[in-house]
């Protein structure tokens, strides 16, 4: 039986038989329930895309403003860094550093994981450490959390309007691109690539 046979629940560690699925179909945990996959099965391009217009995205997220405000008569810009420093000026140090490990260390460290997986498997090759990566992958996944950090910068604006006139920067509008990006991250069948990996081995 093959590696990219067994399936192995995320929420508690049992090991299942993979079966065929109709498309769209999903098989669940026998011991907790949780959703094991879903038949969708992206093609590598697809995942590749998704993968280097997320670094994209994350590059521009970064450097550019997030948002640009008025006050006293001139505009003033903030980025994403100056509002995780803000917090951590403001004596929230904890706050600040799950900011940045949210915000840019954990999403930036998956992204690269995947390309580093992807680009090999996309030229036919598996990459060196292949296995310990997907489990490392397996585990990253739900600690990316961009969309929490957006929604919290957008309720900020909408009360800051009240003082001061805002408008949403470059870095803004590539956040909420890169929050889907990550999204569709945590969506990819990890199986897939086992399935990809073996292909490339029997080439």
């Given at each position: 039986m093959h590696s990219s046979d067994l399936l192995i629940c995320e929420c508690c560690d049992a090991v299942h038989q993979r079966v065929a699925l109709a498309h769209g179909d999903s098989l669940y945990c026998r011991?907790?329930?949780a959703e094991l996959y879903r038949?969708?099965?992206?093609?590598?391009?697809?995942?590749?895309?998704?993968?280097?217009?997320?670094?994209?995205m994350f590059l521009i997220a970064n450097v550019f403003p997030?948002?640009?405000?008025?006050?006293?008569g001139a505009w003033e810009t903030v980025t994403l860094w100056d509002a995780i420093?803000?917090?951590?000026?403001?004596?929230t140090g904890f706050i600040s550093v799950l900011a940045a490990l949210c915000l840019f260390f954990l999403p930036?460290?998956?992204?690269l994981l995947f390309s580093y997986i992807l680009l090999p498997l996309r030229?036919?090759?598996?990459?060196?450490?292949?296995?310990?990566?997907?489990?490392?992958?397996?585990?990253m996944r739900p600690w990316s959390m961009v969309e929490v950090f957006l929604v919290g910068i957008l309720v900020a604006a909408v009360k800051l309007?009240?003082?001061?006139?805002?408008?949403?920067?470059?870095?803004l509008w590539a956040l909420a691109v890169l929050t889907i990006n990550l999204?569709?991250?945590?969506?990819?069948?990890?199986?897939?690539?086992?399935?990809?990996?073996?292909?490339a081995q029997a080439a």
């Open positions: 011991r907790c329930g038949e969708r099965h992206l093609s590598i391009d697809a995942m590749l895309a998704v993968t280097l217009s997320g670094l994209v997030v948002l640009k405000m008025q006050l006293g420093f803000a917090t951590y000026d403001a004596g930036l460290s998956q992204i030229a036919g090759q598996v990459p060196p450490g292949f296995r310990p990566l997907m489990h490392i992958a397996r585990h309007t009240a003082d001061s006139q805002i408008t949403p920067g470059v870095g999204t569709l991250l945590r969506l990819f069948d990890l199986h897939d690539l086992w399935d990809y990996a073996e292909q």
